[in-house]
């Protein structure tokens, strides 16, 4: 004889209406896994709407975390340029300048040229980038710390650099090439330059 709980098991009652669809498990990593996926994806025909089908969620929920894209795509960019930390620069202290600024300009092309979307996005001044520029310009002062270059010609050569690299990037060219060190040699070559002849 079978028990009570036995039989319920065997043959549950059957309830009225769709049997529910266990919804995805949703939260801030999962959003932005998907997110970079499919900006890669989709470049400029990115959306909300597509971001929350191919979560299989409704758009609505994704709202409950992002107030729209443009701060998802900020939170993003956050996310892809962490590595861009003036308190653990890509360098040390005892290497020459021109190796800092080599391995500096080395770690921003890797990360530009895996997102260029997010160079493009710059560019066009439609997301603020404000927090990457803050980073870079850190590490950049830590780069060149000890060559004797007044402001003017740090910052032309900061913005000389980055026009540079974002360049490199969107022309689809190779990071682990390593013909980029002579531009970047050259800029700096540049800089040095400009002081000495002002002198």
């Not at 021109?98 to 080599?102: C, E, F, I, Q, S």
């Not at 850190?138 to 060559?147: I, T």
């Given at each position: 004889m079978k028990t009570l709980k036995l039989q319920a098991m065997e043959s549950p009652v059957r309830r009225a209406g769709r049997p529910r669809r266990a919804l995805p498990a949703l939260d801030n990593a999962s959003i932005l896994h998907a997110a970079l996926a499919l900006l890669e994806e989709k470049g400029e025909a990115f959306s909300m709407r597509a971001l929350a089908q191919s979560l299989g969620v409704d758009a609505m929920a994704l709202y409950h975390y992002y107030a729209g894209k443009e701060e998802l795509l900020l939170a993003l960019m956050a996310q892809r340029f962490a590595a861009l930390d003036p308190r653990q620069p890509p360098f040390t202290r005892r290497q020459a300048a021109?190796?800092?600024?080599?391995a500096l300009c080395a770690l921003y092309l890797e990360l530009v040229s895996?997102?260029?979307?997010f160079v493009r996005l710059m560019a066009r001044g439609l997301v603020e980038q404000a927090d990457v520029a803050e980073r870079f310009m850190?590490?950049?002062?830590?780069?060149?710390?000890?060559?004797a270059l007044d402001k003017k010609t740090?910052?032309?050569?900061?913005?000389?650099?980055?026009d540079f690299l974002h360049g490199y990037a969107l022309a689809g060219r190779p990071v682990g090439e390593t013909q980029w060190h002579a531009s970047v040699s050259l800029i700096l070559a540049g800089m040095q330059a400009s002081v000495e002849t002002s002198a």
């Open positions: 021109p190796r800092r600024v080599l895996a997102t260029p979307y850190a590490l950049f002062e830590l780069a060149v710390d000890g060559l740090r910052l032309r050569g900061r913005d000389a650099l980055v």
